[in-house]
Structures are given as structure tokens and as C-alpha cells.
């Protein structure tokens, strides 16, 4: 036999003897820890959607799912992290689409959305809107839009970071309404938080302001959702104010670094949607304002690529940058 026809042979036996003890593996997977890492600092909408995934998982599975929160770069280092784990099954990504579909089409980003992750399942879809600190004035949408054409410039709107999804909602606001609102990028979205309260900067649009706006201190002017949030029935969605396809999706998902055997991920796909499916994570996912569609990983991977897409009209259309 020649050396190249015996090393190719060799090859081959290798990988299909490799093959059982990876079927062995992940049939019992999960035999240890799991670890999720977060794009984005604590306190955030981020983390109030990991935490009851994590604490649910750990339950089910009993093995302890951690939450690593590597924030920075609008969710690009935890990201990049995430696509460089091992594909054992043990480190896996939970972000917004903001990383996937907004940041990759605004920069090079060192990661590739549909070549360095496998799908997982979808943990949770945002039903909030936009708020305003009531010193400013407005009481209403329609309100802070007249407002916003006769001061330009004036209102400021915080954000979790440049190229996150939460600035494509003020970008596709202004783009739509014609109007001029300064954007002011933190670190996440509980930093921006610790500044709207005191009126520092005076709008945002994220799930940790809800709490606020049912204490008085914060006015909720809109949905963008496709339904009204059932916790503020009487909070028109932007689609009845007149501002049809200008919602901007923000949704949350769990990855795999590419590689990942499928076992797992179709283990670990199904445990998330009989999750999803519970009276128990439905409550805990309605409390932070959330809710989880089923998907499977094949759908989710045809849905990145629509809302890819779709973030990439918006920022050539509304001729957005990085500023």
C-alpha cells in the first residue's frame, strides 16, 4: 500500500473509532458544569433573561449552569470568546441578536454569525418600548415626537452600547419620524439605567425600565412588539400609532461553537422548548417582560439570517455608522 492510500486509511479507522466515544459523551452530557457566556456587563436585559435559564437548567439537567459576563466592544469580546470555546458542549453563547445581526453589519467583527456557531434554541423576545423621564414633558408618543421636531437634538436616549439592537430602535425611530434624538452608548443597559433615573439622559428602550414605569418614575410611551405587553394593556404598540415594520426585533438565543456535536445540541434544544412550554419559566419570562418562541435550530438559523438582513436594510437605508 502506498503511504498516502495507508495514512488516509489510518485516518479514516481513527475518526470512525473516535466516533462512538463522541455518541458515548454526549449521551450523557451534561456530566459537569455548563458555562454561558454573556456579551454584556450584569444588570442588564441580558442577564434578567440568562438567570432564570440558568437556575431552570440547572434543575433540569442537575448539573450547575453558570452565567460569565464578558462585556465590552457592544457585546463583540464575549462574542468572540464564545466562538473560540471548546465545541464540547460546555460553553455555549447566550446573546441578543445584537451581536449576530447588527454589529457584524456595521464592522468586521472577528467571528462569523453563520459559520463560527451552530443554533441552539430561543430563550426570549423583548415586549418593551420606548420610556421618557417625566421632567421632560411628553406624557405620549405622538407627544414626544412633536417634541423631538421642535427641539432637535435636545432629547438624549441611552443605550447598551454602539451596534447593539436597542440604538437600531432609536436609529429606525428617528429614520421613521424624521426626527433628531441623540444617542448615548454605555457599557449595558444598567449603566444607561443608573443615568435615565436622575433624568441625565432622558429616553431608552430595554426591559429593565418596566419595574420603574410601574413606580411612577418613568413614562412608557410604546410597544414595539407585535402585541401589546399584557402588564400595560392601554400601551399602544408603535404598528397602532402608525409606525408599521418599525418595531426592530430584539430576541435572545443560546449557541454552540461551531463544531458542537448535534446530540447535544438536539438534547439541549428540546430541554429549552419543554422549558419554554412550562407555566412556571412562562411566568418567570412574562415578569421580566419576555417571552420565549419555539424554534427549532434550523429555524433559528433561516430567522438569523431574515433579521440579518433585515438589520443591514436599516443601516443602509438610515445610513447608519459607528460613531
Request: proline share 8%; glycine share 8%; net charge positive.
Amino acid at each position: 500500500m502506498k503511504r498516502r492510500e495507508f495514512l488516509g486509511a489510518a485516518g479514516a479507522t481513527l475518526a470512525a473509532s473516535a466516533l462512538p466515544h463522541t455518541a458515548a459523551r454526549a449521551a450523557q452530557w451534561p456530566d459537569k458544569p455548563v458555562k454561558f457566556i454573556l456579551p454584556y456587563a450584569p444588570g442588564g436585559a441580558t442577564d434578567l433573561v440568562a438567570r432564570p435559564w440558568a437556575e431552570m437548567l440547572t434543575k433540569a439537567f442537575n448539573q450547575q449552569f453558570v452565567l460569565e459576563h464578558r462585556g465590552g466592544a457592544g457585546g463583540m469580546i464575549g462574542t468572540e470568546a464564545a466562538s473560540k470555546a471548546a465545541a464540547d458542549g460546555y460553553t455555549f453563547l447566550l446573546t441578543p441578536n445584537a451581536t449576530m445581526t447588527v454589529l457584524p453589519n456595521l464592522r468586521k467583527t472577528p467571528y462569523d454569525p453563520m459559520k463560527s456557531f451552530d443554533p441552539v434554541g430561543r430563550v426570549g423576545d423583548l415586549v418593551t418600548g420606548f420610556v421618557i423621564h417625566p421632567s421632560v414633558g411628553p406624557k405620549t408618543f405622538k407627544e414626544m415626537v412633536e417634541y423631538a421636531k421642535k427641539n432637535p437634538g435636545k432629547l438624549t436616549y441611552g443605550s447598551a452600547g454602539l451596534g447593539t439592537a436597542t440604538q437600531m430602535r432609536l436609529e429606525m425611530l428617528k429614520f421613521k419620524a424624521g426626527i433628531d434624538i441623540l444617542h448615548v452608548p454605555y457599557r449595558g443597559s444598567a449603566d444607561a439605567l443608573n443615568d435615565l433615573l436622575p433624568g441625565n439622559v432622558q429616553m431608552m428602550n430595554e426591559i429593565n425600565v418596566l419595574p420603574h414605569v410601574k413606580a411612577g418614575k418613568l413614562i412608557l410611551l410604546n410597544i414595539n412588539h407585535s402585541a401589546r405587553n399584557p402588564d400595560f394593556p392601554d400601551t399602544p404598540t408603535l404598528t397602532e400609532l402608525g409606525m408599521p415594520d418599525a418595531d426592530v426585533p430584539i430576541w435572545y438565543s443560546v449557541w454552540a461553537p461551531a463544531g458542537t456535536p448535534k446530540e447535544i445540541i438536539t438534547t439541549f434544544n428540546a430541554k429549552i422548548v419543554e422549558l419554554a412550554k412550562g407555566d412556571d419559566m412562562k411566568a418567570r419570562l412574562r415578569a421580566i417582560n419576555t417571552q420565549a418562541p419555539i424554534q427549532t435550530p434550523e429555524e433559528m438559523r433561516a430567522y438569523l439570517e431574515l433579521d440579518s438582513k433585515r438589520n443591514a436594510d436599516l443601516i443602509k437605508t438610515a445610513n447608519i455608522k459607528l460613531e
